[in-house]
């Protein structure tokens, strides 16, 4: 079965300070998209970043970026200068190529917030 | 271009009635997702549509749940006889193609909140 894991249910980061965000996973497959969404308290979910597996070059989207190790099956998420908006819920999701419909999995979620 | 609309963003039910929400797509999406998401858990994957066509529906329980993306209009959601465990937030999601195709994003909406009392 293809899971997903959040380890950490909650984080906490101060203001313009750096936190990362754990995420592993297992597949047998070696072809699959990742994913980090974002779900303030509005419940939209927002996505974050992307990472192609067949790409060996981490994703990165301005203060966001991923240490994606395909090897290891982990693929963390890293905020830099963190914003008071930055607060919500954080998850990380998987999906492969084509066999699967696109189904997303998800993992349970890191509920970060940024302090001022 | 509008985002992907869900309605009612809350609905509550008795339990025993139905209830249905409803997704409209992405102008131009002809792929649907739904999924629930219950207290404190992350969404988990009930079913996919393209129109007119079921294309996986292995998260969806096999009573009392169906789903529906028709050629013209909104995508359904029903669920049957609602209980207390079905109180949930339902997402959809839309997308141009089959999500997992190169550049394809899956664009999620608001969701609806169920409550069954």
């Known amino acids: 079965a293809q899971t997903v894991t959040q380890s950490q249910p909650e984080m906490s980061v101060q203001e313009a300070e750096t936190v990362t965000l754990s995420c592993t996973y297992d597949t047998s497959e070696n072809n699959y998209y990742l994913f980090w969404y974002k779900q303030p308290p509005s419940r939209q979910m927002i996505l974050v970043i992307r990472?192609?597996?067949?790409?060996?070059q981490n994703a990165t989207e301005n203060r966001f970026s991923v240490n994606f190790q395909k090897a290891a099956k982990s693929f963390s998420l890293k905020i830099s200068d963190s914003q008071l908006g930055d607060t919500a819920m954080y998850f990380c999701?998987?999906?492969?190529?084509?066999?699967?419909?696109?189904?997303?999995?998800f993992g349970q979620g890191t509920e970060l917030s940024v302090k001022p | 271009n509008a985002g992907v609309m869900q309605n009612p963003r809350h609905l509550v039910r008795r339990r025993g009635q139905e209830a249905r929400l409803r997704c409209s797509p992405m102008k131009g999406h002809s792929h649907v997702y739904w999924y629930r998401q219950l207290p404190e858990e992350g969404l988990k994957f009930m079913v996919y549509l393209q129109k007119e066509n079921i294309i996986d529906e292995s998260g969806m329980p096999k009573e009392r749940f169906s789903a529906e993306f028709p050629k013209e209009g909104p995508s359904i959601l029903r669920i049957q006889q609602v209980v207390r465990g079905d109180s949930a937030a339902y997402f959809c999601?839309?997308?141009?193609?089959?999500?997992?195709?190169?550049?394809?994003?899956?664009?999620f909406g608001q969701g609806t909140r169920l409550t069954v009392v």
């Open positions: 999701a998987f999906t492969t190529f084509y066999n699967q419909g696109g189904k997303l999995i």
């Open positions: 999601a839309s997308s141009p193609s089959e999500l997992g195709a190169l550049n394809t994003e899956a664009f």
């Open positions: 990472q192609e597996a067949y790409k060996q």
